[in-house]
């Protein structure tokens, strides 16, 4: 995969992004795992991920199967929707 500059942060990322949205909805953590590394495999370093992706499950996920690898990744999560209705389960607005 190629790698691309990543705005002007200094880091290079893959020119495509995994995105692990129906981890742990549709797509179980063992059929995740194997997404995940064939995706790894292909040379991917990129993965995007969300708090609200099935109620933290994606990250959960994300966090075991990244476990001992996760220095030679770029990990993007947003947290920006609300997770509750309580005054810390969500982003400030204008934040």
């Known amino acids: 995969m190629e790698l691309r500059q990543f705005g002007r942060t200094g880091m290079r990322v893959t020119e495509v992004c995994l995105g692990a949205m129906t981890f742990g909805r549709e797509t179980p953590e063992d059929e995740s795992a194997q997404i995940l590394a ?3 495999d292909a040379g991917g370093n990129f993965v995007d991920t969300a708090n609200t992706y099935n109620r933290g499950a ?6 075991r199967l990244l476990q001992g ?5 770029v990990l993007a999560t ?3 929707m609300p997770m ?3 005054p810390n389960e969500r982003a400030r607005p204008g934040a």
């Open 38 to 40: 064939r995706y790894l």
């Open 58 to 63: 994606s990250e959960e996920i994300l966090g």
């Open 69 to 73: 690898r996760r220095d030679t990744l």
């Open 78 to 80: 947003k947290c920006r």
């Open 84 to 86: 509750g209705s309580g």
